[in-house]
């Protein structure tokens, strides 16, 4: 392309194969020629022709355009749920009674099967939940509950064992080998916004709903069946005097339902305000 002053038209050719072009019928007087090309950065010569002249330009050499490449970075989502399940395994009521499976991000990433093993296998074996455990079985005998273990030393070693089994097979069955055939998410997600008869609710649903690990809500098939396998498993330990078969396992069920839309109401609006190391506790470095 010819170009002179703002006045004059604008002259355009087409090279041939060889890369020559010529311009005709020119003016005297300054120009510039522009010349562009595909994945070549465009060239500009300045240029004076005289009166009768035939100006034979130097060669234009084209450089190769500059090809500017956007990239994003996309941290995998098994390394962002890593990091957030760190922060919930240092979440602790008073600082102290294990308060691992409750998400303070609405978001968060779902968890792996192994993170979900992880998650189980850490709470089954910390040490608050052995106390705990041990306060149970304590009760369990001041009451004479499954009286078929008898009393003393044994029989107390005995509800504690059965006990500590309950919440072992319950806590895998129902927060990990269950979750990861079905891909759902063992966890409660916080809520904390909206009306209090909105949370409420939500609270509630939560316990017979859950979070896939597409993020989509669904019927909480891990924690039900879970809860129903592992009242099956019990039937293998509990003194047969106290066993009450299908009846007894369904009972249980329902009352782990009850339970925990009772804990996930506390988690809404009681817990949280007595638990140090949440998200919102904590300063993010930009």
């Not at 968060?108 to 074996?125: D, G, N």
């Amino acid at each position: 392309m010819l170009t002179r002053d703002e006045k004059s038209p604008k002259q355009e050719v087409l090279s041939g194969d060889d890369g020559q072009f010529s311009f005709v019928n020119i003016a005297p007087g300054p120009f510039e020629i522009t010349v562009a090309s595909e994945l070549f950065t465009t060239q500009k010569t300045p240029g004076i022709l005289h009166p009768g002249e035939t100006l034979v330009l130097p060669q234009i050499v084209f450089t190769l355009a500059t090809e500017v490449t956007q990239v994003q970075v996309v941290v995998p989502r098994i390394e962002i749920a890593a990091e957030e399940l760190k922060v919930e395994e240092q979440q602790r009521v008073f600082g102290v009674i294990p308060n691992f499976y409750v998400s303070y991000i609405p978001n968060a990433a779902p968890l792996a099967s192994k993170q979900k093993f992880q998650l189980a296998w850490r709470t089954t074996i910390d040490p608050i939940n052995f106390a705990i455990t041990g306060v149970i079985a304590g009760v369990q005998q001041a009451d004479n509950t499954f009286s078929g273990y008898g009393q003393g030393a044994q029989g107390y070693g005995k509800r504690y064992g059965a006990s500590y089994a309950d919440f072992v097979t319950g806590t895998f069955i129902g927060s990990a080998i269950l979750p990861s055939l079905l891909r759902q998410d063992p966890r409660y997600f916080y809520k904390g916004t909206g009306s209090v008869r909105s949370r409420v609710l939500y609270a509630l649903a939560n316990s017979v709903i859950c979070k896939g690990d597409n993020g989509h809500w669904q019927p909480n098939y891990s924690s039900i069946l879970g809860s129903l396998a592992a009242g099956g498993v019990s039937n293998l330990y509990y003194p047969a005097q106290n066993r009450d078969g299908a009846t007894l396992t369904v009972e249980n069920t329902l009352i782990g339902i009850g339970e925990s839309a009772a804990t996930n109401l506390l988690q809404e609006f009681v817990i949280r305000k007595l638990t140090p190391n949440t998200p919102h506790s904590q300063t993010t470095t930009p």
